[in-house]
């Protein structure tokens, strides 16, 4: 098992930048891909960036690109979402996962999920 949990969301402009956090515990994650999702009210849970266990390999959602930035410490057993040029339409919960079973960009083929971080882009 994995427990995963997100930490840095939060009230920001447009324009402005977060980070966004995500610990993981419990067996080692060092060999899974970690991927952030996101989900705004009323809409599918959205695919955001990936990022292979050794960091060599990073994938992006259109909408993001360019903006925001995957990364991971494996000693700390973290990966990072720096979220840049923040819209109001970035405005959602964001859930960190753990080992896709397939695609890494389709939320159902992960197995571990955190509890979701708020993130909220004024205009």
């Known amino acids: 098992q994995v427990q995963l949990v997100e930490s840095g969301g939060g009230l920001v402009q447009a324009g402005g930048s977060l980070r966004l956090s995500c610990a993981a515990s419990?067996?080692?994650?060092?060999?899974?891909?970690m991927g952030w999702f996101r989900q705004a009210p009323g809409k599918e849970r959205e695919f955001v960036a990936v990022?292979?266990?050794?960091?060599?390999?990073?994938f992006y959602a259109d909408s993001v690109k360019g903006r925001f930035t995957i990364s991971i410490d494996n000693a700390k057993d973290t990966v990072y979402l720096q979220m840049n040029s923040l819209e109001p339409e970035d405005t959602a919960v964001y859930y960190c996962?753990?080992?896709?079973?397939?695609?890494?960009?389709?939320?159902?083929?992960?197995?571990?999920w955190g509890q979701g971080t708020q993130v909220t882009v004024s205009s």
């Open positions: 419990g067996r080692t994650f060092s060999r899974y891909p």
């Open positions: 996962a753990a080992d896709p079973e397939g695609s890494w960009s389709v939320a159902s083929d992960y197995a571990y």
């Open positions: 990022i292979s266990w050794s960091g060599g390999s990073t």
